[in-house]
Each structure stands twice: as structure tokens, then as C-alpha cells.
């Protein structure tokens, strides 16, 4: 994402937050963006896919970080899967995303409440998945509904918390709670053999929310290309030059991937490259998750 359309989506942002959505105008959002009709339905072909680009965008950043904490982890460190679940909220909050799923909520757009509806599967599906790795397969048939429960104690616990005290909401704190009546409910669930829905509802498969993928020559020509619009003399050259490599190799070493690409988004990080090295990032951690 460039660093126009990336200024458009947080003027979109501010004047759904501002205004309502219903009550906002493309018009609205090219004259507060200083764009032509043309740049805006270059980027977007609806104020609803602005909207969804909004959330898109954020989600993909929370992914990316995610996958960032698991570098050269143990997939069942819980302390790791906590601090991936604060992630979502922290995204949430960082990106101001909870007003304008009100929005959605409200507006009672099929197109952008079953947009919404995908995304929740697919954090279902990514909690599924992720506390099979924590439990075990043993814990496979129970999962799904064990993830439901998180989601809704996190929900529910963070409403009375924002609501009922008047203390800052300590997400970790509460995670880590939840976690200890999962584990309680997890080995009550086995033991019983007590499931609900188990494997009777069909979740997506990963974590992406859009269906765009890369070739590797379109991953190397977006790195050349960035790596272009910076100084010779960048410290990230070197991260780039080797990330090609890699990749050109046709035998890519996964681990040592990602661990440069975690050096390499840290460089940016605060820098107006930091967006689209995110992006970068997060789009080669995709590349990576399909290789292996």
C-alpha cells in the first residue's frame, strides 16, 4: 500500500468515525483527502471496500505481528499464545477499529456484515488451530467450541471491566485468566467426551481476509522495487539482498526468513517506510506459511 492510499484510508477513517458512515460522501472523502474521483475508484471500487480496506489492513498488521512472536518459539508456550491474543485488541484499539464495527453493525449492509461475519471465522479458525497446538490433538473435536468461549468471555469481561471499574482494562491480565478456566474446560471437555459443534461448522482455512496472493517473481519485484526507493547506503539493503536470495534459492531456510524479516520490520518501525515494510512483511510471512 502506498503512502497516498494509505492517507485516504485514514481521512475515510476519521470521517466514519466523525460523521457516521450512512452520513459520509465519496465526495466527502476526496475533498478531505485532496483526490480526484478517478485516484478513489482507482483504489477502491465502493465506499463499502474503502471501508473493508480499513479493517483489511489492520487485521493484516495484527497477523503479521502474531507471526513475529512465534519466530523460534515453542507453539505451546502459552505465555506466547496470550500475548497473540492481546495483539487483536491492541490492533483494535491502536487502529480506532471498534466504532466503526458499530458502524457495520448498524448500518445493516449484507455486503459488510457478511464481511465482518468472515472475519470472525477466520479468528475462530486461527484460536482453533492455536489451541490444538497447545493442547494437543486430543483436544481437536473440542476446539472449535473452546474458542467460541474465549472469544465471549474477552467480550463480556471487557465490557463490565470498562463499564463497572474505573481502571485501566489490563488485557494480559485478563487473558491469562481466561486461560486458566480454559484449561479447566479443555481437560473437563476430553475427559467427558462433551463437544457442541466440533467440527460441524466449516471454517476458513487461513488467516487472510482477502483472496490476494503472490507468485515469488512478484514477491522479489515488490522487495527490488522497494528496495529501490531507499538510500544506498540503507541498513536494510543487506536484509533485502539476502530475503531475495532466499527466496531465488528454491530451497528457502524458513526459520532464518523469518527471523531477518523480523530485524527487517523493526528497522522501519516508526520511519514513513514503516507501513509498506509491514506490508512487505506480512505478505512474505503469507508466501512463507504456504511453502512449508
Not at 36 to 54: D, P, R, V, W
Not at 61 to 83: Q, S, Y
Not at 215 to 222: A, F, G, M, N, P
Request: hydrophobic fraction near 40%; proline fraction near 2%.
Amino acid at each position: 500500500m502506498n503512502a497516498r492510499k494509505h492517507r485516504v484510508l485514514l481521512t475515510a477513517k476519521r470521517l466514519f468515525i466523525e460523521k457516521g458512515f450512512a452520513a459520509t460522501s465519496v465526495q466527502d472523502i476526496l475533498d478531505e483527502s485532496h483526490i480526484s474521483k478517478g485516484t478513489f475508484y482507482n483504489y477502491f471500487s465502493s465506499k463499502n471496500e474503502c471501508l473493508m480496506a480499513i479493517l483489511i489492513h489492520a487485521y493484516e498488521v495484527a497477523t503479521a505481528r502474531r507471526h513475529e512472536l512465534m519466530i523460534g518459539k515453542d507453539p505451546t508456550d502459552k505465555d506466547v499464545f496470550i500475548k497473540q491474543i492481546a495483539i487483536r485488541l491492541e490492533v483494535n484499539q491502536e487502529y480506532q477499529l471498534v466504532p466503526l464495527f458499530e458502524i457495520i453493525f448498524h448500518s445493516k449492509d449484507p455486503e459488510l456484515r457478511d464481511f465482518v461475519q468472515k472475519r470472525h471465522l477466520t479468528e475462530l479458525s486461527w484460536l482453533t488451530n492455536r489451541l490444538v497446538d497447545i493442547y494437543g490433538k486430543k483436544a481437536q473435536p473440542y476446539a472449535l467450541d473452546c474458542a467460541i468461549m474465549i472469544v465471549g468471555m474477552l467480550k463480556h469481561f471487557i465490557n463490565v471491566w470498562v463499564s463497572g471499574l474505573k481502571e485501566e482494562l489490563d488485557t494480559h491480565k485478563l487473558i491469562r485468566f481466561i486461560m486458566r478456566r480454559t484449561d479447566a474446560i479443555m481437560a473437563n471437555m476430553i475427559h467427558l467426551d462433551d463437544k457442541l459443534l466440533g467440527d460441524r461448522i466449516l471454517l476458513p482455512s487461513g488467516e487472510s481476509l482477502t483472496e490476494e496472493t503472490f507468485t515469488k517473481e512478484q514477491i522479489l519485484d515488490r522487495l527490488s522495487n522497494f528496495s529501490n526507493s531507499l538510500g544506498d547506503d540503507h541498513k536494510s539493503k543487506q536484509y533485502i539482498e539476502f530475503l531475495m536470495e532466499e527466496i531465488q534459492s528454491g530451497q528457502p531456510r524458513v526459520f532464518l526468513l523469518e527471523t531477518v524479516l523480523r530485524a527487517f520490520g523493526e528497522i522501519f518501525t516508526g520511519t514513513r517506510d514503516e507501513l509498506e515494510a509491514k506490508e512487505l512483511a506480512n505478505v512474505l510471512y503469507n508466501y512463507l506459511k504456504k511453502a512449508q
